[in-house]
């Protein structure tokens, strides 16, 4: 913000100067009339180089000053990206201390009529929050993406109506776009869209649903994308980010 800013005050400087710079000085009203038009020449020369600096000065930090605004404006997209992923973080974290807080601590074993235990539907919550944490550590912690995305892909197949099925298929959507597999990806976003209507991440995945429909050379998907993150969620990061890209378009 220092730099812009002193870089905006010496274009003010540059451009005063440029206007108010005085003539030279010479006298023009003695000698013959090819004196004096000989010293008007060269004033008049002297004037116009001295502009032609000052041009060139003020173009240059012209250039400094779009400089200094594109890297504004990408640090301001970085930052984001990076509250809305710090947002996704603690949503997945709030989430699995609900689902701990509301599991039972030590519930007896009951039978049916059948004989079956009612133990297996607790060993099948059980086996499917190991399966999705074990989906989410590989991103979160190991940083291992390429075994994530199987991960996700058997987690959606054994679980498909699970509660985190939406989270599952947002995550997928993500790993397979940034492999730059937009029409995966663009299966997975497109699931939680329709089938999540009220999922935290169905804005963000609108989103990235242009960006897959830009890539595959379809703008006017995209445009129809965008301007619905404007409409369903005017008040959200996605929809800034939309914004841009509408006006990018």
Known sequence: MIKRTFALSLLSVYGAALFAAPAPVADVTSGS??????ALERMFATRT??????????????????????S?????????????????????????????SQAPSAAPIETDDNGSSSANSAVLSENENEAYDKAVNLILKDKLYDQAIPAFQS???????????????????????????????????????????????????????????????????AKQLWEQVLKEYPNSPSSKLAEKRLKNL
């Open 155 to 221: 987690f959606l197949q054994t679980y498909p109506n699970s509660s985190y099925a939406s989270n599952a298929h947002y995550w997928l959507g993500q790993l397979l776009f940034n492999k730059q597999d937009w029409a995966g990806a663009s299966g997975q976003f497109q699931a939680l869209v329709t089938n999540f209507p009220d999922s935290s991440k169905r804005a963000d995945a609108i989103l990235k649903l242009g960006i897959t429909e830009i890539e595959r050379a379809n703008s006017a998907r």
């Open 49 to 70: 180089e001295a502009q032609h600096r000052l041009q060139q000065q003020l173009d240059v930090m012209q250039q400094e000053v779009n400089e200094l605004r594109g």
């Open 33 to 38: 009339n090819d004196q004096r038009i000989e």
């Open 72 to 100: 504004i404006e990408l640090h301001n997209y970085q930052l984001e990206r990076i509250l809305d992923r710090q947002r996704e973080l603690y949503a997945e974290i709030d989430k699995r201390m609900s689902n701990l």
